[in-house]
């Protein structure tokens, strides 16, 4: 996997979402040099890591990454807040602080989780990836940005980005898909050792913020920032606010730590 490192500091790692790369913090990265050592990782099959032969997998991503990287707050928006938790609650001595940005233990409704997407809307997308792939990311990035204040800016770095460092592979963005409806991670929850930081726009409309309350509410330590007028990529629309977030809990895992 292609890993960028700039900055200096204390480590914090940040994995991005589904059918994107690590370009799409580039102006979160530079808020954030000053203070850390950032570790902007490209996913496999994405952006600098398109010719990886490592699964769109949680176990192997998380161990290739673990084995990389230095002990670490870890961050990761939307799909990558998956592989972010699932390494907080498998490898807690490599995770010292966890912040879900836009992101949920299970993303899709089911019959005990009312707060996900509709199962039939991924099932949708998987469909469309098929059909049109190209038109079916133009849906998703649609999504992601509706809601924000800044909706047609938002759209325009997505799009921008998307395609920045070469097209996604087909077949990992439909192994993006099936990760995001199938994994749930709730049963880790109440077990996470470290400080967390739930991160949610509050007009997101792919990640209900009130799904983020809720999975906040099993975690021992857990803090809730909602971003007002943002939507499921508040790093765009509201950097500066999302990096004074990260700040802040930075301090508060480094007072944890004391």
């Known amino acids: 996997m ?4 700039l900055g200096q500091g ?9 059918a994107m790369h690590a370009g799409v913090f580039a102006g979160l990265a530079e808020r954030l040099a000053a203070r850390f050592t950032v570790h902007l990782v490209d996913l496999p099959g994405h952006g600098g890591s398109r010719d990886s032969t490592l699964p769109l997998a949680l176990e192997p ?14 961050a990761g928006w939307s799909l990558g807040g ?9 490898r807690p001595a490599r995770v010292r602080g966890l912040a879900m940005v836009c992101a949920s233990p299970r993303f899709v409704r089911g019959d005990d989780w009312l707060l996900g ?12 990836l098929r059909a049109d792939y190209r038109a079916t990311l133009e849906r998703f990035i649609a999504l992601e940005a509706f809601g924000s204040d800044d909706a047609r800016h938002e759209m325009r770095m997505l799009r921008g980005e998307v395609f920045a460092r070469g097209e996604p592979a ?8 099936d990760l995001l409806e199938t ?5 880790a929850l109440p077990a996470l050792s470290m400080p967390t930081l739930w991160l949610a726009g509050r007009r997101d409309r792919l990640v209900d913020p009130r799904a983020m309350h809720a999975a906040a509410a099993q975690v021992p330590q857990a803090e809730v920032v909602v971003v007002e007028h943002a939507g499921h990529a508040p790093f ?11 700040g802040r809990f930075a301090d508060a895992v480094d007072g944890a730590g004391r």
Do not use: K, Y
């Open 2 to 5: 292609r890993i960028d490192t």
């Open 10 to 18: 204390p480590d914090l790692v940040l994995l991005h979402g589904w």
């Open 61 to 74: 991503v998380v161990d290739a990454l673990a084995d990389r990287l230095p002990p670490a707050l870890w």
């Open 82 to 90: 998956l592989f972010a938790l699932h390494a907080a609650a498998t």
């Open 117 to 128: 997407m509709s199962p039939e809307i991924f099932r949708g997308f998987a469909l469309g």
């Open 170 to 177: 087909a077949h990992v963005l439909a192994d993006g898909l």
């Open 183 to 187: 994994a749930d991670l709730r049963r």
């Open 236 to 246: 765009l629309t509201h950097g500066d606010e999302v990096a004074a977030a990260i």
